[in-house]
């Protein structure tokens, strides 16, 4: 009974052990799956704070980065575009001013300036004439040209010198001025230069017609209209090679080899003083008053001889 006792007891203690040890499995397990859930949880944060995370983080500031370089970008446009209208009110300003200043010159000051410029203008084409010209004609006429035009605007510059003595005008502004001119004359004759052989003839030539049909308009006008008699002296004399060389220009439209007429005195190689310039016009208003009482003395007397034949 003693043995069973103890059998019993051996039983109930293996049971018990077997019981606590299943327990203490179970806790173990308890633990093990605790140990479990903070390893879950560890790894969990290695998530979060590995590399996925950081990825995201990337996102994030690539999305904030994105958003500044388009913020950046704004903020670039509305600058250049600021910019730009400053410009163009800059230019628009400068456009008006020198509008202004265009309206404010007489009709003289503007005729000068337009035959200063036009001159200039056939110099350098002229000199491109005898540089690069194909036809033996179009160099000869190119060297006439440029030569003629250098002497009337030696001329136009004397008188201007003439009439201005005294003015307080810097050289800065004669300097400035003749800058601007010649900026203005080489972007006229800009796609002259870049041609050559016979296209350069023919561009030289339609140039130099259409030039010239413009330049005699305003002479001419000068000429009839103008207040100042130096500068009506001067565009008068200056006509006849204007229309000379308007005639040759044409006839080498028609044919780049054809022959130059013989060398004329260029014009304005006579230079008169206000008063010279003046006693002319005025000799000239004399013969023209001179020559209508003449035409009117001559009809009347034809008058009186229409009278006494028809008089029985």
Known sequence: MAASLCGTAGLQADDNRGTKGAGAERL???GEAANTTVYEEAAGAEIQTGDDNRGKKGSGAERLTGQQDQSDAEESAVTESSDAAEAAGAEKDATGKKNAANEAKTDDEKFVEAAAKSGMADIKMGEL???KGQSA?????????????????????QICDRKHAGKNISEAD???????????????TEHLSSLSGAEFDKAFI???????????????????????PAYRSFA?????????HLKIAQSLQENPNASLP???EPAGAEIKS???????????????????ESSEQEAQDDTKKSDAQITP
Not at 138 to 157: I, M, P, S
Not at 174 to 188: N, S, V, W, Y
Not at 278 to 292: G, R, T
């Open 174 to 188: 004669k300097q400035t001025k003749m800058k601007e001119m010649e900026a203005e004359c080489a972007k006229k």
């Open 236 to 244: 008068s004399e200056t006509l006849p090679t204007l229309r000379e």
């Open 262 to 264: 013989e060398v004329r």
């Open 206 to 228: 339609e140039h130099t017609v259409t030039g010239h049909q413009k330049s005699i308009k305003k002479f001419e006008k000068q000429a009839s209209e103008g207040e100042d």
């Open 28 to 30: 173990t397990g308890r």
């Open 274 to 292: 206000d008063a010279d310039a003046q006693k002319s016009e005025s000799d000239l208003n004399e013969q023209k008053d001179d020559d209508k």
């Open 129 to 131: 004439a005898a540089q």
């Open 137 to 157: 004609s179009v160099k000869q006429f190119g060297t006439r040209l440029a030569k003629d035009c250098k002497e009337a605007g030696e001329k136009l510059k």
